[in-house]
């Protein structure tokens, strides 16, 4: 009986580090905005940048960064290579197991 639980243990780990972050993976990209799209050209009109501030819209329907400004100060990464992947990888080590 205790092989028998200690096993069916094993394997409900085993599936739930398989799923552990799927949703996270699923929804957030490693892409960055496009410099064409209109709605970058339209963000980059509107939204105004202070200093000590780095901003970003992400889009979960096209799965991709839309508009980002101010990264290079604020982590060191030029705008055109800012990715939500790379935004939340450099905020806390404890959500890089939803990204195994």
Known sequence: MLLTVFSLSFIVLNIMKNKLGEYTRDRVSNIPFDANDHFYKEYREKIA?????????????????????GWEDMLGCKDEEITLLKIVNSTSNRYSIFFQ
């Open 49 to 69: 940048l202070f200093v000590g501030q780095a901003v970003y819209i992400y889009s979960f329907d096209q799965n991709r960064i839309l508009f980002a400004n």
